[in-house]
């Protein structure tokens, strides 16, 4: 076998395979011998059919397979051998190629297209400019998050009436047209509402102030004005069912009073919030949220640098040749959804991603960029600090924090997202070194314009 490159120019090239009988001979003939051994043909036993009459019926096909796979393996083995970067995956030649005539043919000619990466090279200096926005934190985000705080450290206390959002737990009852007990309605003892959440302002006031064991009359079907979802968990019944009960009256018997108080803006919330870092006084508790606040909106700026970044990259590479021809004959062979008319429109788009892609890539080449199993891990615990943080949660026990991040560890497609975010994020750091960065402090509002 004997495989040779021409070089047609910089991004389009043929691989050129020869094959001669030798360098399949063997294989054809160990592939026709187990057919021998293993074929079930009517007038002979089995392992006992003439070689000449295998030979007759499958010498031909035999051969096809192995000078397949002769080609296949060399192919490959010479693009991996010859570092050759390649786009996509070789196609057969249109022009190059002659016919292939297994019965009469022993030795073959095979002509390959392939694909080659263009050169990148991106140059970046001082010279270069960039914007990067950094979220001020207003004092309405800040009162915002302690709120936050103050709701979510709170505590659950027993009331003697209804106030505000309380929740009640009690006696449920169904009546009759004249409001006396109904023999073998609904009678449920531990029923639990929220009088905050009825629709109904009418029903809602007959609860505002209820005293604990007193008995309130109402119609849950007025109250939430017919809510379904309310009305099946409220009365435990199934929801074709919630129209029969649109007329009902109920008694509601009140058992316990349950409210839930937010936390002061105390030592106590200051230890819970940020255990260990020695906040002391209400400034040095609103100083370490106004920085934490800084903390999380970090990765927006980051993200908004990184679609700058590309902007830059795109003009820098801009003038890159493509194997264009190659592209769209490769991406209409090998993905089904494309058409000729479709390709033509998303081609432009094809080649801005496949660009971008090449240029950090290389980037990341020319910097030792790389995603150890450390990065991973502290990237997996940063996106699950950011769910947490959520819902107002700063301080998460480091054995939680580690289980949370190696389950989000197990999945493969989680992995490769991280690997790129790693990536993207030294190219990043790396951007802020290399370039001019004018630092601008946005407004939130200011800063949610860019992507509008």
Do not use: C
Not at 67 to 87: A, F
Not at 240 to 259: A, C, G, L, P
Not at 262 to 276: G, T, Y
């Amino acid at each position: 076998m004997n495989i040779t490159l021409k070089n047609i120019d910089p991004v389009n090239a043929i691989i050129k395979i020869d094959i001669a009988q030798a360098d399949y001979a063997e294989e054809t003939e160990k592939a026709l011998k187990n057919l021998r051994q293993n074929a079930s043909i009517p007038g002979f036993r089995k392992g006992m059919v003439p070689m000449g009459y295998i030979k007759k019926m499958y010498e031909k096909s035999a051969i096809a397979e192995q000078v397949n796979k002769v080609v296949s393996q060399g192919l490959y083995d010479y693009i991996r051998e010859n570092e050759l970067n390649i786009l996509g995956e070789p196609l057969p030649d249109e022009t190059e190629q002659k016919n292939i005539d297994f019965n009469t043919d022993v030795d073959f000619e095979f002509y390959f297209d392939i694909a080659l990466v263009p050169q990148i090279e991106v140059k970046l200096t001082k010279r270069d400019k960039l914007p990067y926005y950094t979220i001020e934190i207003s004092e309405d985000m800040l009162d915002k998050q302690i709120e936050n705080f103050k709701a979510n450290y709170g505590t659950y206390e027993q009331a003697d009436q209804i106030e505000g959002k309380d929740l009640a737990k009690g006696l449920l009852i169904e009546l009759d047209e004249k409001g006396k007990v109904k023999e073998e309605g609904l009678e449920l003892p531990d029923s639990i509402l929220m009088s905050s959440f009825m629709k109904d302002e009418e029903e809602k006031a007959k609860f505002v102030e209820a005293k604990l064991n007193s008995v309130i009359i109402f119609n849950p079907y007025k109250a939430y004005e017919g809510a379904h979802a309310e009305l099946t968990s409220l009365l435990r019944i199934p929801k074709n069912m919630v129209e029969d009960y649109k007329e009902t009256n109920f008694s509601f018997e009140i058992k316990e009073i349950t409210r839930y108080v937010e936390a002061e803006l105390n030592q106590d919330l200051f230890d819970k919030v940020f255990e260990e870092e020695g906040v002391k006084t209400e400034e040095e508790f609103k100083a370490k949220v106004k920085e934490m606040l800084s903390t999380q909106t970090k990765p927006d700026s980051d993200y908004k640098f990184l679609l700058d970044i590309r902007q830059l990259l795109d003009k820098k590479t801009e003038n890159i040749t493509f194997p264009e021809t190659f592209l769209k004959r490769w991406l209409l062979v090998n993905d089904e959804k494309y058409t000729p008319e479709a390709m033509e429109q998303d081609f432009p788009k094809i080649i801005e991603e496949l660009r971008f892609h090449l240029t950090k890539k290389q980037i990341f080449k020319d910097n030792g960029f790389k995603a150890e199993e450390e990065d991973l891990n502290n990237a997996a615990k940063a996106i699950v600090k950011a769910q947490f943080a959520q819902y107002g949660i700063a301080n998460i026990p480091d054995d939680l924090l580690e289980n949370y991040a190696k389950d989000l560890l197990k999945k493969e497609e989680t992995i490769r997202n991280l690997v790129n975010k790693v990536l993207e994020n030294q190219l990043v750091e790396w951007m802020k070194k290399t370039i001019t960065l004018q630092n601008k402090e946005v407004t939130v509002d200011e800063f949610r314009k860019f992507f509008e």
